[in-house]
């Protein structure tokens, strides 16, 4: 069993490790302004229409994941928006307009591959290199007549003014001039998303700004990442893992976002929020004409979960992941560091897994700048390396200690030199639970350890003294010498401090 504490380091560095690069979100970015500026160029053959794209989806609520393999792609999502009334064009119509422009900003942007066609949007596919495609969703406005809707059916609805009407080659008024479009709302479930974070959103804002002495203007908002965030983003990975062979009826990530939202407090802890977030969720399922209901929250009419009823396996699926995701998070505070690891490994993939593990197990607190030079002048091939797998998530410091005469004398600085014939006397201090065992590193160098065939290197028990972990060594041999604590714990090294530099004269 161990801390939070240590629980919240390692789901941290899988989140940032999931974290897409911000050039990422700087190519996003570059694309659709180049898009919006090719569609409003004064040739464009929709240049009356006052054309509007923005991002929609996982990119515009700071939720998008890395691809589990290098060989996957990331998915943007924009939204081709043109000034126009249902009652003047046809979504088939609509559909080819924006089609035409999108190829002729492939011919002239030089692109490889032509633009694809799907059943509601356009596809254009950068070089292999970009690692990302652009799905592009032509819409004309909707919110006037949405709401109308929603009042006749006694709803109201407070994101109702930016709803859209979609193209879809599979609506059976695809060709026709009609009122009876699909719709959607992707800003309008962004704001409400914003709302159900907004305490801690505003909070990583500001905290943003004091570190880059930055105005809030200036804070680009994939910077900003919340507890509520990092938990769909660390969701969505365990889903993806969970159901790599099954990808058709895994759980769809517009339900897990939603429920995760409206399950979400505000947490300002990211276990705290995993844990209520995970055992809230299904709370805000609920049911209409015996059938499970998923809620868009911008849209009471529209239900998330209605493939649920006639494909039955993805109502399953959803139910035995969010129950296994529970059981995950419940045993991580359970069991042993090194379980829990190996675990993850299983739960969010091994590559994520052992960056996290890497960038955790570099905590030591170098104590002082004669390291650096001391690795250089000298060869430290005797120097042994740990004989434990490394997964630190633990502290340990030393505190050392010069004895002259029997008497402690008075606390060492790891750049002070001292005499040969003293005596030191090494502490150690941890935050690891027992039990644990402690090993010492010596490692010596310089000539005069060198002819006394005494340079060492290896792994020496330490004591327990008064209740102190203790080491003792005698200064024998001119030279700077490194001394290593290791906290070891069921056969792996979970703490180990910084090198002490012994400069002895």
């Given at each position: 069993m161990y801390s939070k504490s240590n629980l919240e380091a390692i789901l941290e560095k899988i989140v940032k490790n999931l974290n897409i690069p911000e050039t990422r979100y700087e190519q996003a970015e570059k694309s659709y302004k180049s898009?919006?500026?090719?569609?409003?160029?004064?040739?464009?053959?929709?240049?009356?229409?006052?054309?509007?794209?923005?991002?929609?989806?996982?990119?515009?609520?700071?939720?998008?994941i890395k691809p589990i393999t290098e060989n996957d792609e990331y998915d943007i999502d924009l939204v081709c928006n043109l000034e126009l009334s249902k009652k003047t064009i046809s979504q088939r119509e609509l559909k080819i307009d924006i089609g035409e422009e999108i190829k002729a900003y492939a011919n002239e942007h030089g692109m490889i591959k032509e633009p694809e066609e799907g059943k509601r949007c356009w596809t254009l596919n950068y070089a292999d290199g970009a690692q990302f495609h652009v799905d592009i969703l032509p819409t004309v406005p909707n919110g006037n007549e949405f709401k109308l809707l929603l009042e006749s059916k006694g709803y109201k609805n407070n994101y109702s003014d930016s709803s859209i009407a979609i193209t879809d080659n599979t609506h059976p008024n695809?060709?026709?001039?009609?009122?009876?479009?699909?719709?959607?709302n992707p800003k309008g479930y962004a704001d409400w998303f914003k709302e159900r974070m907004k305490v801690q959103y505003e909070n990583e804002k500001h905290i943003l700004m004091e570190k880059y002495s930055a105005s809030i203007e200036q804070i680009e908002e994939y910077k900003v990442k919340t507890p509520l965030q990092k938990v769909i983003q660390l969701l969505k990975r365990h889903r993806d893992i969970m159901f790599q062979e099954d990808q058709d009826d895994k759980p769809i990530s517009i339900i897990i976002t939603t429920l995760a939202a409206h399950?979400?407090?505000?947490?300002?802890?990211?276990?705290?929020?995993?844990?209520?977030?995970?055992?809230?969720?299904?709370?805000?399922i609920t049911s209409k004409e015996n059938a499970y209901w998923v809620e868009n929250p911008v849209n009471?009419?529209?239900?998330?979960a209605d493939k649920w009823d006639s494909n039955p396996k993805r109502m399953e699926n959803f139910f035995?992941?969010?129950?296994?995701?529970k059981i995950d998070i419940s045993k991580s505070l359970e069991e042993e560091f090194i379980d829990t690891v190996e675990k993850y490994k299983i739960t969010y993939g091994e590559k994520i897994i052992n960056e996290s593990v890497r960038e955790l197990q570099f905590k030591s607190d170098s104590q002082n700048s004669i390291l650096g030079n001391l690795i250089i002048n000298n060869s430290l091939s005797h120097r042994k390396k740990p004989k434990w797998q490394m997964i630190n998530y633990g502290d340990i410091s030393i505190t050392t200690y010069l004895v002259k005469n029997g008497f402690q004398d008075y606390k060492l600085k790891g750049d002070e030199v001292i005499e040969k014939k003293c005596e030191l006397r090494f502490e150690a201090k941890t935050n690891i639970e027992k039990p644990y065992k402690i090993y010492w590193q010596v490692t010596n160098t310089g000539k005069e350890a060198e002819q006394a065939n005494c340079l060492r290197g290896d792994f020496y028990d330490g004591i327990l003294e008064k209740g102190k972990l203790v080491r003792k060594e005698d200064t024998l041999y001119t030279g700077k010498h490194l001394v290593e604590c290791f906290v070891v714990k069921n056969g792996a090294c979970v703490a180990k401090s910084g090198e002490f530099v012994v400069n002895i004269k």
């Open positions: 898009i919006s500026e090719w569609l409003n160029r004064e040739n464009s053959s929709v240049i009356n229409t006052q054309a509007q794209i923005y991002p929609q989806g996982s990119f515009r609520l700071g939720t998008v695809y060709e026709k001039i009609t009122d009876d479009w699909y719709c959607s399950a979400y407090n505000n947490e300002h802890n990211l276990v705290d929020a995993y844990i209520n977030i995970v055992n809230r969720m299904e709370s805000f009471p009419l529209e239900n998330f035995k992941w969010i129950n296994q995701v």
